[in-house]
């Protein structure tokens, strides 16, 4: 399984983007109990869960501090995650990664590189 995300950039506070990721899953491992999510890491602070999301259920689980202001969606068609980020903040300011877990409950092994997201004041 091969995850790639994308859509970062410098934005000002206020901004909109959108982050996607594309999964590249030749083995088949991905199935519709899979677990789609995203992560963070801040300058000098731990990595951090964003949102994720069922593959087949749909069900999203995620942090109220962010509910309203980022959204995650799915395309199963093409293969593709997506994050939804509006009303940005400086604070948002972080590597945001996409990754998998074959299930809810099982680890996060699959992991894509990462794409900076820098918000200005």
């Known amino acids: 399984v091969q995850l790639q995300a994308s859509g970062g950039g410098l934005v000002q506070a206020g901004d909109s983007l959108r982050l996607s990721c594309s999964a590249s899953?030749?083995?088949?491992?991905?199935?519709?109990?899979?677990?789609m999510g995203w992560f963070r890491r801040a300058p000098g602070k731990e990595r951090e869960f964003v949102v994720s999301?069922?593959?087949?259920?749909?069900?999203?689980y995620g942090r109220d501090s962010m509910k309203g202001r980022f959204t995650i969606s799915k395309d199963n068609g093409k293969n593709t995650l997506y994050l939804q980020m509006n009303s940005l903040k400086p604070e948002d300011t972080a590597i945001y990664y996409c990754?998998?877990?074959?299930?809810?409950?099982?680890?996060?092994?699959?992991w894509g590189q990462g794409t900076q997201v820098t918000v200005s004041s």
């Open positions: 999301i069922g593959r087949g259920t749909g069900i999203v």
């Open positions: 899953d030749a083995s088949g491992r991905l199935s519709s109990d899979a677990l």
């Open positions: 990754a998998a877990a074959v299930a809810p409950g099982k680890p996060y092994q699959y």
